[in-house]
């Protein structure tokens, strides 16, 4: 980011220009990748302990699966409720499926199958404003 004026939209204090990174990549969409990524890891894992603690306990296997998706199906939700994110969906392979294709990970408790897929939430670079300016006689 440059630090300039803010002077043009009526800020007298110095501002971070355009809110971009330095390869001009806008930083929302880094910030709202970053607080989902960040949000999504808390929330599970919270998720997992408190499952733990629970009678029946969180399980691995589809119902465990199934409730951790809807924990972190939760959290894109926030992220586009908040404005970090235009769309985001949480998908999680099948139990069966998983297990068949990595039958090693069953026995270390290793589960790879979620995927978040989300579209990030750009802010404003430029706007253009048209007005048609009419004098009635």
Not at 103 to 114: E, H, L, R, T, V
Request: proline share 3%.
């Amino acid at each position: 980011n440059i630090v300039l004026t803010g002077a043009e939209g009526g800020i007298s204090n110095a501002c971070l220009f355009k809110g971009t990174t330095m390869d001009g990549e806008q930083s929302a969409w880094w910030y709202g990748i970053d607080w989902f990524q960040i949000q999504v890891k808390q929330a599970i894992a919270a998720a997992v302990i408190n499952g733990s603690n629970s009678n029946p306990p969180l399980l691995y296997n589809q119902t465990g699966i199934n409730t951790l998706q809807k924990v972190a199906q939760n959290v894109a939700n926030n992220a586009v409720t908040f404005g970090c994110a235009l769309s985001a969906t949480v998908t999680a392979t099948p139990f069966a499926t998983y297990v068949a294709e990595n039958p090693n990970d069953y026995n270390a408790g290793i589960y790879k199958g979620f995927e978040a897929n989300i579209v990030g939430q750009n802010g404003f670079l430029t706007l253009n404003f048209y007005i048609d300016a009419i004098q009635i006689a």
